[in-house]
DNA sequence: TAGATTGTTAATCGATTAACAATC
DNA sequence: TAGATTGTTAATCGATTAACAATC
């Protein structure tokens, strides 16, 4: 965690919150729709009424990373939103690894969403010998115990972990020697990592869960 | 929101918050684990440990809704697991309505971890006259234009919408007039609805984006 | 009894909001 | 100029943690 500092105007950095970290994408994605909708200038204000968030939470979260704004006007939204993919590092081509093709890995890897937003999944792998070497979007599958050399070799960094319960993590302490650095992890369970990797963890059920409280 | 009073022992209500009960499905997830290692007991600390959560955190977090343990010993684990499932009434079989049967949605329609948890998808809508009366789970997917007439039929109070960006808030107007109280929402955008009615989104691809902020 | 762990209070820490001078 | 909105400071609010008496 908070090992990355980018070379952003402004960083006396390790010190944005990470909850503030976490509201940049959901900014991003606003701003996409707006300019879809052939907006060129929006303001604190339209963004928060849109997203629920208050206005000055907006203002406050930006101006971790500089001064993106004019006042009387707002923001121009072509600039923030290439300033806020440049922060969060969107600018490159991610090559992703997937682990588990079972039902939800396979739905992951037919899922387009992920590369349209410059995700791309270039390995995937799985334990059970009728999936490995089957192919899906050009990729051939790999038993998990090509997991360490594979991805060491095309420095992949970010994982998808789509495997059950039991064998999470072990399969996150693969990847972690293998040298990846960020983990979305859908199986049900706390993953252990060293400090230096990121995890993030989905789990609809939990959010079924929370719902069904005021139900 | 907070709609909801449970009957339940100490619960001057309306008051627990928000991210709190979000951390109940967790301990709930955390306990069946230990449960099935065999374990009959447990404390604070070891599932905070488990969990990456504080002890003290633990133990405020539960006596919101009572006193659960003993001094000296810990929470039954069986007994705890019991008193959670009823705090967010986990003893019912939801019906649930999916709307969308694209990629994601066939994805989710497949996915077994809902029902499961008790999560019984009863309804399935798309658009797409092709895909409207293919069975899916022994279920005839319907048009969206019968959304609101089945889903009052059948009482249904939780949707999951999986459809594109675009339709997302129009669907979820329908599904609260259909008398909808909970939506999770797969399409990356803040939808609108009452007050009294909850959502909870997913987007992986936010989370990945937050993680490459790190990298 | 001695050791362990709860439930709870008070202290700390951090995040959100309100307000406003600066300025486009 | 008058109106609008920024970036930032200070105030408020809420969540987490530390500490401990109660007690199993």
Redesign the interface.
Known sequence: ????ALPTSKRTDGEVP?IV??R???Y???LS?LEEEGKEVTSSQELGK???ISSAQIRKDLSHFGEFGKQGTGYRISFLKERLTE????N?Y?H?ALVGFG??G???A?????AV?G?HIKAVFDNDPNKVDQEINDIVIQHNSEIIQTIREENI??AIIAVP?YVAQEIAELLVQAGV??I?NYA???LFVPDDV?V?N??????????????
């Open positions: 965690m908070g090992s990355g990470a970290v976490g940049l994408p959901i991003l994605r606003a729709l849109r997203l629920g922060i969060l590092n969107l490159k991610w992703v039902n939800l396979q739905a992951i037919h899922y387009g969403g992920f937003k995700f960094k970010i319960l650095k960020a979305l049900p369970i706390n990121q993030q989905i789990d609809p059920v939990v959010h079924l869960q929370q719902m069904t409280y005021y139900l």
